[in-house]
């Protein structure tokens, strides 16, 4: 058996989440919106051999929006652009439960699997920007439990119409003018709180039997939503212990939900600066942190907050006393910076600064960050890292110079080890339901024939009694 590996995807995010990284003059001002940028990075993270490439997104923005969020490209179609440029590596985009109908998106995802020969996946989240519900026909947003309910019932939609057809149901027999095995085409028929579905969808599944379903939440219903249903969960993590806390958790769930806690891979998210030396690294993120413009700093602090108004308060008075702002939009996100706010007895000036350039554990020479990762990796605080990307050349760097290390280590491969997402990961592929059912009704079938009965009856050892 091969040693447990440590898994990497990479967040392109073009001209950055940041107020300032578009102005790197090694990144094209469009970056955001440039499919050749998009295939130049893609190509990048498969020759370093990540898992997986991800694009986030939301659907809502104001003027003040961060410069990626004003002007981007919808994840599915770039998704689709990118399948052609790459072979090997995964590719995963967000798409919103609250705002989407899970037949359309069970097409898209399915499309872009088929298109990617098994390398689609899926990040799930319920859309923390109440704004958007006003670009979705509706005046008010969902609420942060109804938006988990509509996850939960979404998803298991989109599960069963992937599973519309078994994998042997074209057996387009020219000879004999058979396309379809009618018998492995099934509707779904569903009625639930949120949405009727009869099905069956109009397309097959991939080689990896569906894609690969990632999700971001972090609140309570969040993380009950990934342990139950998820492949893989994205984090922040302040720090080693809060992220080996999230995936003691995440395990805990997923067992209590009948599940192997191996089955979910925990992924936090880091933003690494690498130096030739800690200190030269230190400097960068110092040079880093001091060029944060305060007014942006605030307006970048509002967004898990839903966009609040943090102007209206005093600079360097204690953070503001806020009751529930922010529990119905980025509730762990909003949470976190209250509860660091509070522990550290910070001002708001501060607060918004520590967010804006967060003193991530990944700021080191090389060697510094293999040891890190090494460590999250070995001690149970992470199954692979999510790498996000504060200015131009940050993903080219850890991907020159951390990975080989990585490598040399045996922590992370050399090699692709299979053609999908799945494979790569180490999951396995889900057994068509269908399949599964008629299998387990065959068997039980056979198991009560008077032939099976004799048979397992002579079977039996001497002296041996049926329980
Ligand atoms: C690495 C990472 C990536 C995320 N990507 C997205 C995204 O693309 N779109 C989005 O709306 N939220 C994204 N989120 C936020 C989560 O989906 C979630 O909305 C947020 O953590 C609040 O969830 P909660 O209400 O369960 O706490 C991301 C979170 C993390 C840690």
Redesign the pocket.
Known sequence: MTARQLKLGA?LIGVGTTPDAWRHPDLPGDASIDIDWYRAKARLAEDAKFDFV?I???TYITPDSAPHFLNRLEPLTLLSALAGGTSRIGLVG?L?TSYSEPFTVARQFASLDLISHGRAGW?V?????EGAAENYSRSEHYD?GER?RRAHEHLQVVRGLWDSYEDDAFPRDRANGVFLDRSRLHSLDHQGEFFSVAGPLNISRSAQGQPVIF?????D???DLAARTADAI???AESFEDARAFRDDIRRRAAAAGRDPDSILV?P?IVPIIGATDAEADAEYRRRAEAVDIAQALVQLGR?FGYHDFTRYALDAPFPELGDAGAN?????S?LIKRVARDERLTLRETALRFATPRSAFIGAPATVADEAERWFREGAADGF?V?VGQARDLDDFAARVVPLLQARGLFRREYEDTTLRGNLGLAVPVNRHTAARRAAAEASAAATPAALAASATARAPGEVSA
């Open positions: 967040v991800f986030v997104d939301s967000t919103t990040n989240v319920t859309t923390g920007l942060h988990y999700q971001a939440g972090g609140s219903a969040g993380r994205f984090t922040i992924f998210g898990p939009a980025y509730r762990s996100h949470d999510i996000g």
